[in-house]
């Protein structure tokens, strides 16, 4: 070890400091380096310089020096750094330093990290670990249900081919699971161990959501929604045949009702007969809702599809405040009012899904009752929907009936009776325009024809309530466009069921047990509060694609194993992250997430040739 003398010129001044240097022996020879830096010594004699020097020395060597009799302060600070930055050079390891053959070194096992990493951070914001350990869950099977979940997330498999998913993705290091498979049955038992406490998980989900997002609890929404079985499902006495809304009436089904916040962030869920009628399920959910929230005085608000006449005297009995849609016949005892002055023009809270999209006009005019509020809405894109359908559906009535009628003049259709049914499964087909037409079958003594007719003053009158429907409510503190805002909410839960059905893959169940389909739709559940939490937070800081969208952007940020063949013989494997790019980045920075991915485990491999 030695001392040198450096120079810096900065700004036409030059400065003066000496540093203790030693040499060291690498692979291209001798080398130096800096192990203290002492400052500029020029002040003091020349003999203090060489004094300071032989101190440090000695206190590094520990050996006693003649010309030193005690070590003053200052040599023992400069020994203590001189042996602090050799003890970081031999943490670093030298047999690191090494080199590599650069026309070699490779990369395998690219593994996809993105998508999994964000859903595994949502899982810890959402404390789902927690939640599940306080039902008494074991560990690992806590590690599968969490794997299911944000299998579901990002890619839904089965579980037959959610192995093969895990061992294609960084899932299994995100997790824990240190490279040990996971195998199909260990799944079912988790979906089994899963199911007894649906309950109370989705109370403290609920709780964790309404601190974590400081929900409101003024409003809640319910609807449902149809998953079909592919099978006979002769295991499973729910699965009937019922009203499809997959538009697979050939199929078995399960009826989901789903409670949710103003948010869009579910309450809790409850599964019916697959024949069971919508109207039917209300008083449940109520039911329902009283376990999971108490008795609480948020208003409830369902479509018109729910809103029959039997369950709103319901809530009126109960003392249920509501909003409801009413059904489409009730528009014609209003129509003179659809027409009369007193409208205002009101505007959606919600920005537009996609950036620069117009909002279509629309305007409320309320009518108060002797108990209940009406609010009329008229909507210029609603009225384009409406006359869309009307002419979609007479055109195909209108084809059908020409074809019965070509049948009927052919002879290939006589009997009456087979004529008229013909005619009844024509109306029941295109019941949403089979008032309009008038249809008659006429006996002949030597033949039988079908005439039919447009009753063009009906269509007319229905074509000017185009556009118009009616709200109801006991509320009697709101105005017009509060209720038509407050109404409108329920569009978030029938984002949730298509989030359901198209992202999160909830249809059809593979599973013909019953418990385990039902735990098949918790866990779809589970994966929606996943997701909307996700899309919450970036609706917050303004970002409003679809969670489909980010998850292809982010598939790109991947893990991959380095392979770095050395000239000493030796190969090195780094199991390592790659760095995020700037889109990822940006996506990370509006989750609050670490784009780094510190936690994720680094290993190395060392294999002698």
């Known amino acids: 070890m030695y001392m040198r003398k450096k120079t810096k010129t900065r700004n036409d001044k030059t400065y003066t400091y000496y540093q203790l240097v030693e040499s060291y022996t690498t692979p291209k020879g001798p080398r130096q380096r800096v192990v203290a830096s002492l400052g500029d010594l020029r002040p003091r004699p020349r003999e203090e310089w060489i004094q300071l020097f032989r101190e440090v020395q000695a206190a590094l060597s520990g050996q006693e020096d003649l010309t030193v009799e005690v070590i003053s302060d200052e040599a023992k600070e400069v020994a203590e750094r001189v042996r602090k930055k050799k ?41 789902l670990d927690g939640i599940l350990e306080s039902c008494g869950l074991p560990e690992r099977v806590c590690k599968r249900i969490k794997l299911m979940a944000v299998n579901a997330l990002c890619e839904y498999k089965s579980e037959h081919a959610m192995p093969g998913w895990a061992e294609r993705t960084a899932i299994g290091d995100l997790i824990g699971l240190n490279g040990r498979p996971v195998s199909e049955s260990a799944l079912y038992r988790a979906l089994d161990a899963l199911l007894p406490y649906r309950e109370q998980i989705e109370d403290a989900l609920a709780e964790r959501e309404k601190d974590l997002f400081r929900l409101p609890n003024t409003v809640v929404l319910y609807d449902l929604t149809s998953t079909y079985f592919e099978g006979e499902m002769k295991r499973n006495p729910s699965a009937k045949l019922g009203y499809s809304r997959d538009h697979r ?31 039917t399920t209300f008083e449940e959910m109520v039911a329902l809702l009283d376990e999971r929230c108490g008795h609480t005085d948020a208003a409830i608000i369902m479509d018109r599809g729910l809103a029959t006449e039997e369950n709103r005297r319901y809530l009126r009995r109960e003392g249920r405040s509501y909003i409801v849609a009413c059904p489409q016949g009730e528009r014609d005892q209003w129509h003179e009012a659809f027409f009369e002055g007193g409208w205002e023009e ?58 019965l009628r070509t049948r009927v003049a052919q002879g290939r259709l006589k009997k009456i009776g087979k004529i008229h049914q013909a005619v009844g499964r024509l109306r029941e087909r295109y019941s949403r325009v089979a008032r309009y037409y008038d249809i008659d079958v006429v006996k002949e003594p030597e033949s039988v024809r079908v005439e039919w007719r447009i009753q063009e003053e009906k269509r007319a009158r229905a074509e000017e309530l185009d556009g118009t429907y009616i709200l109801e409510t006991n509320r009697r503190d709101l105005t017009a466009e509060m209720i038509w805002t407050m109404y409108i909410t329920l569009t978030r839960v029938e984002g949730a069921f298509r989030h359901l059905k198209s992202t999160l893959n909830l249809r059809p169940v593979r599973h013909h047990l019953p418990h385990r389909a039902e735990a098949h739709l918790f866990l779809c559940v589970l994966a929606y509060h996943l997701l909307h939490a996700i899309e919450t937070t970036l609706r917050n800081r303004g970002e409003y694609r679809s969670w489909d969208t980010i998850r292809q952007v982010l598939r790109t940020h991947q893990v ?13 494997q780094i199991r390592k992250p790659s760095v995020a790019e700037a889109e990822h980045r940006e996506i990370y920075k509006k989750l609050s997430i670490d784009p780094k991915v510190n936690r994720y485990p680094i290993t190395k491999q060392r294999t002698r040739k």
């Not at 031999?90 to 990493?117: C, F, N, W």
């Not at 789903?258 to 009628?277: M, P, Q, S, T, W």
């Not at 609010?375 to 006359?387: I, N, P, Q, T, Y």
Request: with cysteine.
């Open 87 to 127: 003890k970081a050079w031999a943490s670093s390891s030298d047999e690191e330093m090494v080199e590599i053959h650069l026309d070699r070194v490779e990369t395998k096992e690219p593994r996809e990290l993105g998508p999994q990493y964000v859903g595994i951070q949502m899982w810890e914001r959402l404390e």
């Open 249 to 279: 009436g050939d199929c078995k089904q399960l009826v989901l009702g789903l409670i949710v916040d103003v948010e869009g962030f579910a309450k809790g869920h409850i599964i019916f007969d697959g024949n069971r009628r919508d109207s």
């Open 346 to 403: 009101v505007v959606r809270p919600d920005p537009p899904t996609h950036p620069g999209k117009k909002r279509c006009r629309m305007e409320v005019k309320q009518v108060v009752g002797e108990e209940e509020t009406y609010v009329l809405c008229r909507s210029e894109g609603r009225k384009e929907k409406d006359a869309a359908i009307r002419r979609r559906f007479s055109e195909r009535m209108e084809t059908d009936l020409e074809k």
């Open 560 to 572: 991959n194993t380095i392979v770095l063949p050395a000239t000493n013989g030796d190969v090195y």
